[in-house]
Nanobody
Framework: EVQLVESGGGLVQAGGSLRLSCAAS????????IGWFRQAPGKEREGVAC???????YYPWSAKGRFTGSSDAAKNTVYLHMNSLKPEDTAVYYC?????????????????????WGQGTQVTVSS
């Protein structure tokens, strides 16, 4: 059974930082990529980072500079480091596992491209 478990969310003041974790089990990390997505109330789910098992990271333009992804293959865990947080970063953050083939094109930013999802972790940024 594939499981993705996010942790590390919480309440933080604007300008602060958080590190989210995504622990994966039931999948061979080398064969997947992990996408980080977020969904704010009333908005569509959007991708904020994509991380491969070899440490390569990809970001959409909207997340560049403040969000950094990393991975620890030995722990089958992927991280999302978020700095200079803003109130508009408030959302439920999800990690998802998908095929490595997603790395090659824009499908890496489409939620429907991913096969497995975690339950999400709430990030709230106060002003």
């Amino acid at each position: 059974e594939v499981q993705l478990v996010e942790s590390g969310g919480g309440l933080v003041q604007a300008g602060g930082s958080l590190r989210l974790s995504c622990a994966a089990s039931g999948i061979t990390f080398d064969n997947f990529v992990i996408g980080w997505f977020r969904q704010a109330p009333g908005k569509e789910r959007e991708g904020v980072a994509c991380i491969s098992s070899d440490g390569a990271t990809y970001y959409p333009w909207s997340a560049k500079g403040r969000f950094t992804g990393s991975s620890d293959a030995a722990k089958n865990t992927v991280y999302l480091h978020m700095n200079s947080l803003k109130p508009e970063d408030t959302a439920v953050y999800y990690c998802a596992a998908g095929s490595k083939a997603l790395l090659g094109d824009l499908r890496k930013w489409w939620p429907a491209s991913y096969d497995y999802w975690g339950q999400g972790t709430q990030v709230t940024v106060s002003s």
